[in-house]
């Protein structure tokens, strides 16, 4: 039976993890943006990396792998060890990251992001789902904002590499290099500090299924296959904004690398940032008055998205690009805070990271398409403002589908 200084030390801790997971979540996607961020550099250096189709295929490779794995590194966590997951993840992840500095040729470089995709599926579904573990009151969707915050300060950070890049003292190469030396040497202190939650101790062996009976559980789960198609959506759209933004305004509007790479990644991440908080904040308390209030925030930034998309596609002036960029990543913010929050009302404890994961699979996957998709109808002349159209249609079913889940009454806590 837990004290009130016993309970009280797990409150004070839960809001350490979050301390503790900020900087992985922000080495996690600093080290996929500056790909995006470098793109011109890369083609111009490595071997064999002479079209758009292939630029578009090594994110897509990454996608593929990270989202093929996701399913079983959600399982793993829930059925042994979070931590050890994280940190396993964090190591290796970092080791390819170096090793990305050092590809000559285009199948090299494509087998780093592959690799990189492996280790990296680990990390979201168990570090989601220890946060949920330790938020257990009206502080969930807050703690999520504060992790995903960490993910957009890495975007951001990732997006001035482009400056790196471009410059004759430093190069493409130095950044992967500095990246994954900081990640690597951070997964020591952090394998030390790190610990599952309380609860991770308590659960029955009867509430971690195998892997066919969580498949099963969740695939007969109809609000749990709704929220997968809610997750994937907007995923199409957003992986392109994340993937080829900093080309796409460096050919419309006919700027340098450095300045398209934090046009596209700075002002964005720093609107979710903002929004990721601020929709937070805004779910907690809305669940105070009804179970719904996590669905109502993210249905509203999904209504933030949509007129986004169509505003970037048909932008002819780069501020005007940048100021719908920011209430995309407003949106995107209120959207992504309170994913997990969401899934742990319709899906039980012992399955969160699996449930997370297979999302995973299903939104990254169809991510890599779009993003090969994408580099195809560039080669082809595609108009941009005809894809971000349908990119926002899109969304428009997305939010019609979220406000149809009902929360399980039984898991609201």
């Not at 079983?72 to 090793?99: E, N, P, Q």
């Not at 007969?220 to 080829?244: C, E, H, Q, R, S």
């Not at 580099?375 to 428009?396: E, H, K, Q, W, Y």
Request: glycine share 10%; charged share 15%; aromatic share 12%.
């Amino acid at each position: 039976m837990n004290t009130p200084s016993n309970t009280q030390s797990v409150t004070r801790y839960a809001w350490f993890v979050l301390a503790l997971l900020a900087p992985v979540a922000l080495l996690n996607y600093m080290d996929r943006q500056m790909l995006a961020a470098m793109k011109y550099s890369l083609m111009g250096d490595v071997i064999g990396l002479d079209s758009e189709a292939k630029w578009g295929l090594l994110p897509a490779v990454f996608k593929w792998t990270y989202a093929l794995l996701s399913p079983l590194g959600g399982y793993i966590a829930d059925r042994f060890s979070k931590k050890h997951v994280i940190v396993l993840s964090l190591f290796i992840w970092s080791a390819v990251t170096w090793a990305t500095g050092h590809a000559q040729t285009f199948e090299q470089l494509m087998w780093s992001r592959g690799i990189m995709g492996v280790s990296e599926a680990f990390y979201i579904p168990a570090a989601l789902a220890l946060i949920a573990d330790y938020h257990t009151g009206h502080t969930r969707s807050r703690a999520v904002g504060i992790h995903q915050m960490a993910i957009y300060m890495g975007v951001m950070i990732g997006g001035f590499s482009g400056y790196a890049a471009d410059s004759p003292v430093l190069g493409w190469r130095f950044a992967f290099d500095g990246a994954g030396i900081v990640g690597v040497v951070y997964a020591i202190p952090l394998f030390f500090l790190l610990k599952n939650a309380p609860r991770d101790n308590s659960v029955a062996q009867s509430e971690k299924p195998s892997a066919k009976h969580a498949l099963v559980e969740l695939a007969t789960n109809k609000y749990f296959i709704m929220m997968v198609l809610y997750f994937t959506l907007p995923a199409l759209a957003g992986w392109v904004i994340k993937d080829w933004m900093p080309a796409i305004l460096k050919h419309q509007f006919d700027i340098g690398q450095g300045k398209a790479g934090v046009s596209a990644a700075l002002f964005v991440n720093i609107a979710s940032l903002v929004g990721a908080v601020a929709g937070g904040i805004l779910a907690d308390r809305w669940m105070r008055r009804t179970d719904r209030g996590r669905i109502y925030i993210s249905a509203i930034g999904m209504c933030c998205i949509i007129p986004a998309l169509f505003g970037v596609g048909n932008a002819g002036v780069l501020a005007v690009a940048i100021v719908f960029l920011m209430l995309f990543g407003i949106g995107w913010g209120f959207f992504d805070c309170n994913n997990m929050p969401i899934l742990c009302q319709i899906v039980r404890p012992g399955l969160r990271a699996t449930g997370y994961g297979v999302m995973n699979m299903v939104s990254i996957s169809c991510g890599g398409f779009a993003d090969w998709g994408f580099g195809i109808m560039r080669d082809r002349g595609v108009p941009i403002n005809l894809i971000f159209t349908a990119f926002a249609s899109v969304c428009v079913l997305s939010a019609a589908i979220v406000l149809l889940i009902k929360p399980d009454r039984r898991l609201l806590k």
